[in-house]
């Protein structure tokens, strides 16, 4: 069996390290927000370059956190698009806020910024840019819309740990950003776990205090309504390892992809992902297109291979959301892609030998 993604392979990869990191939190008698959790944020804002991050519980809870930090709540808009995870949009939601849905560009499968013009109201407050499949979205068109318009520019990087835009690194870009560590994720815990970044002290300082119930000067002490999303110990300390090997990792998936590349560049029917220029593309999925995607599915899967859809249906068009949220009135892309959108087994760990019988694969059913 050939899995999409593979966290017990990582795990197994630095296991050594992540067990005695694992052990020491068990017997430190701190479990919450304690040293690790601050030894990590330092140096998770190293690594993006930016002068803050804070852990929260999971990716949905940062998106929330920073729409609250930002003030953004009741009938005020948010943009965003409709092709992405539907956590996106739930943390939009969860505010009290309404999600407008944008289409994606059919080359990169990012938020395409020239219908931002078309959406844009008197309500309209931020734009979150979805860096999606570990891909950057168009960032110098919609940082410029959103300072055209005063308005607030969050980066969802839950798929894109480690990914440059023009050099700089994804989450360094807009007001604050959000990272999902998710176990599948590029940088994954073992459960739930979230980071954002920051170059606004304000804003960290509003985020550290929405995460713990409004606390800011004094424990037990609330200065604004705030919640619990706390980051423990065991995850902080679990991510300061895989911290340390996230380019190699990285550096692993682009081989992959290289790899995907050179042996499924002359298959007719299939149709590779692009990569914008001047970025670094740190591939959390391989998506490739086809127009028999579900026979190309089911064929992979009866052989062991187990590819995925991400995702196999927009959020606009799902039960929860239908009827209920803005969309722009074009999102043609985003619904053609559904029904053609493969994403290839990609792990840091993947051996060339399962790689080469998913090609192998591939090739013969074309
Ligand atoms: C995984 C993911 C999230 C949600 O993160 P959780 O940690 O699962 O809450 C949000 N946005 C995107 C793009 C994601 O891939």
Known sequence: MILCSNPLAQFKAYQDEIETAVLRVMRSNRYILGTEVEKLEKEFAKYIGTSHAIGVGNGTDAIEIALRALEIGMGDEVITVSHTAVA??????????IP?????????FTLNPSQLPDVLSEKTKAVI??????????????????????LALIEDVSQAHGARWRGKKLGSIGDIACFSC???????AIGDAGLMTTNRDDLAKKVKGLRTYGWVNNNYISEFPGRNSRLDELQAAIL???????????????????????????????????????????????????????????????????????????????????????CHNDMSITEEVKSKILSLPIYPELETKALNKVTELIRSFF
């Open 88 to 97: 996106t949009v739930a943390a939009i939601e969860a505010v009290g806020a």
């Open 100 to 108: 407008v849905l944008v289409d994606i560009d059919p080359e990169f």
């Open 129 to 150: 840019s979805v860096h999606l499949y570990g891909q950057p979205a168009e960032m110098n068109k919609i940082q410029l819309f959103c300072e055209e318009h005063s």
């Open 182 to 188: 998710y176990p599948t994720k590029n940088l994954g």
């Open 240 to 326: 300061r390892v895989k911290l340390k090997h996230l380019d190699k990792c990285n550096d692993n998936r682009e081989r992959i992809a290289n790899h995907y590349r050179s042996e499924l560049s002359k298959v007719i029917g299939l149709e590779l992902p692009k990569v914008r220029s001047e970025v670094k593309h740190v591939y959390h999925q391989f998506v490739v297109q086809s127009n028999i995607r579900n026979e190309l599915l089911h064929f992979l899967q009866a052989k062991g291979v187990l590819a995925g859809i991400h995702y196999p249906e927009p959020v606009h068009l799902q039960a929860a959301y239908k009827g209920k949220i803005k």
